[in-house]
């Protein structure tokens, strides 16, 4: 060994003096986890660098001692700490004694399901269902179907069959950031569209909703039927336990379709417009920005004349329930058990509820009959068993004109329910009736609504909120189809179930009046956007090259799109026999 620089004599004697390497103690030296001799923790490649270090991680498994529950911290949720995937290889031993280590608890677990029993709607053969003509179009006067006969539509049968719901804890909860990873619901379409039909147009909401045109209050075209008058004891407030039941009054009302419309053809002859329609039909369209649920309307194309007109049996003759809600109803393939809390189940008796409240809170006095110029156009005394309901049908011209040298009108079908005399000056109101309906303000679905029996009167404001807001798309048409018919008076009727298990038996429990402008302000419901929408359908259908074409607008089931068919000849007619086919087959399978 070489002579040592003075002064380091001393260290290099120490150095000298340590054992070999071999003769250490301790692991062995390996380079499998050392990067230029320096060891390291392995790491997955899927590991994100959030922190250097977080001195609170080991607390966030509840093992802190202060009980806190398991959570993600909100700041850092869609962050991992560095090397966390590979923190199991440092955690210690568990031991064997812990796996059949278990606590004692004497607290009771009462897991009760709510309901047990329940109620569902049968259809029965002899029923009296679907709108619109039993013959094809011609002149002269036509048979109608009329509409569900009191209660005998719905069958109102009693289903024994055990119908519980598990408590799932969602007594109405809303959503929040923990329900942002749930699936999208999948609905299924309202019509089955074919691989033939030609698409003409595909228009988004946000497209819909900046469509603009102004336009007069339109002009009465003639009126047929009659009115008796209104019931105002509906209006005062009801005595606890004393509600009034919801009766099934058999009063023979119709929803015909626009092309089977006598008067509409007769209209059409004279060339009194270039669009025509029902209320029912329209308001759908004009609302279409906040409907949710499928529909579709069928548009027939006559020259240079367009028709709006429904199927029969479709989406759009039935109420629907809670449409708008955050949280809507589930249905049967949606993991719902409750077979009376549906979509459909409750669109049925929200239907059942609207036909029959309206023949209930009229006076049916002679007396008090007001006749319009003709007579109902869809009765026929000879065919008919049982009376026509108090309905008033007005044809009101309307002008959506764009320009001056082309005129275009529409004339559209509305309906009245019922008259009242003005308490100030006693002129008589025209009034429109529609019901709400509560059926189980705890169950999945109900959208955070209040008990209406202990709230309906002492906080209405709030009650009629909820309801705007889980029923936004109904409300509008309402408010709408009033409008078009020039209705002083919009009456919303308040029915509940007797019992939430059953859905056949129902109680009146408040009648309140609006005037529909004021109800439209309240809903920030813009006309001109409506009339922008029918102005901007009918346009794409009449720049089609055939004089003589048939069209769908259907709503996406699952989007919030409008699209637009041209459909042959002759395809819609084979759906509908097909509908009719698989109604037979059902039928013949109950039997």
């Not at 909100?74 to 280590?101: C, H, K, L, M």
Request: contains cysteine.
């Amino acid at each position: 060994m070489t002579n040592p620089t003075p002064g380091l004599s001393g260290l290099v004697d120490l150095i000298d003096s340590l054992p070999d390497l071999g003769a250490t103690w301790g692991p062995v030296v390996t380079t499998e986890t050392t990067l230029n001799g320096v060891p390291y923790a392995p790491y997955s490649k899927g590991d994100k660098l959030g922190r250097m270090a977080d001195w609170t991680a080991d607390s966030k498994d509840g093992r802190d001692g202060r009980g806190g529950r398991q959570q993600y911290n909100r700041n850092f949720r869609d962050q991992q700490i560095y090397g966390a995937g590979s923190t199991s290889i440092f955690a210690p031993p568990v031991a064997e004694d812990e796996s059949s280590f278990s606590v004692v608890s004497n607290v009771k677990d009462t897991g009760k399901t709510r309901f047990g029993r329940g109620a569902v709607f049968t259809r029965g053969r002899g029923q009296r269902g679907g709108a619109g003509a039993q013959a094809g179009r011609g002149g002269g006067r036509q048979t109608f179907q009329r509409t569900g006969r009191g209660g005998q539509q719905y069958g109102g049968g009693y289903d024994g069959g055990r119908g519980g719901r598990q408590n799932t804890g969602a007594r109405g909860r809303r959503f929040g950031w923990k329900d942002y990873d749930k699936p999208q619901r999948n609905r299924d379409a309202s019509i089955n569209i074919k691989g033939d039909w030609k698409l003409i147009e595909e228009i988004d909401y946000n497209r819909l909703s900046k469509l603009n045109l102004e336009t007069d209050e339109g002009e009465d075209v003639d009126d047929y039927g009659f009115l008796y008058a209104y019931d105002r004891s509906y209006d005062k407030p009801v005595v606890k336990n004393a509600e009034r039941r919801l009766t099934a009054i058999d009063r023979a009302a119709y929803n015909v379709t626009t092309s089977s419309d006598p008067v509409i053809q007769e209209l059409a002859e004279k060339d009194e417009a270039t669009i025509f329609a029902t209320d029912n039909i329209l308001s759908m369209l004009m609302c279409a920005p906040r409907s949710v649920s499928p529909w579709d309307i069928v548009i027939s194309r006559q020259g240079n004349k367009v028709f709006f007109d429904k199927r029969d049996n479709a989406a759009l003759d039935l109420v629907t329930v809670n449409e708008n809600a955050a949280d809507a109803p589930l249905d049967a393939s949606e993991g719902s058990k409750d077979g009376i809390n549906q979509p459909h189940a409750l669109a049925e008796e929200a239907t059942f509820i609207n036909h029959n409240f309206a023949n209930q809170v009229v006076v049916e006095n002679e007396s008090e009959k007001v006749n319009m110029a003709h007579e109902n156009p869809f009765y026929n005394a000879s065919e008919e068993n049982v009376p026509p309901a108090s309905k008033a049908y007005k044809y009101r011209r309307f002008d959506l004109s764009t320009s001056e040298e082309e005129s275009v009108f529409l004339v559209v079908r509305t309906e009245i329910d019922a008259v009242q005399k003005n308490a100030t000056d006693g002129k008589n109101q025209l009034v429109t009736v529609h019901a709400l309906n509560e059926w189980d303000s705890k169950a999945q679905g109900a959208g955070g609504a209040l008990d209406w029996r202990t709230k309906l009167a002492s906080q209405r404001g709030a009650v009629v909120a909820t309801e705007m807001k889980n029923n936004s798309c109904k409300l509008a048409r309402w408010t709408v189809q009033s409008i078009l018919a020039k209705a002083d008076v919009m009456k919303l009727g308040f029915v509940s179930r007797v019992n939430p298990k059953i859905n056949d038996k129902h109680v009146i429990l408040g009648v309140v009046g609006w005037k529909p402008k004021d109800f439209a302000n309240q809903m920030n419901l813009q006309l001109s956007n409506g009339w922008g929408i029918v102005r901007t359908i009918a346009d794409m259908c009449l720049k089609s090259e055939s004089e003589d074409a048939k069209f769908v607008l259907v709503k996406d089931p699952n989007k919030n799109i409008l699209r637009l068919y041209e459909v042959p000849a002759g395809s819609l007619d084979e759906e509908a026999e097909e509908l009719d086919q698989v109604e037979e087959d059902g039928e013949e399978a109950e039997e």
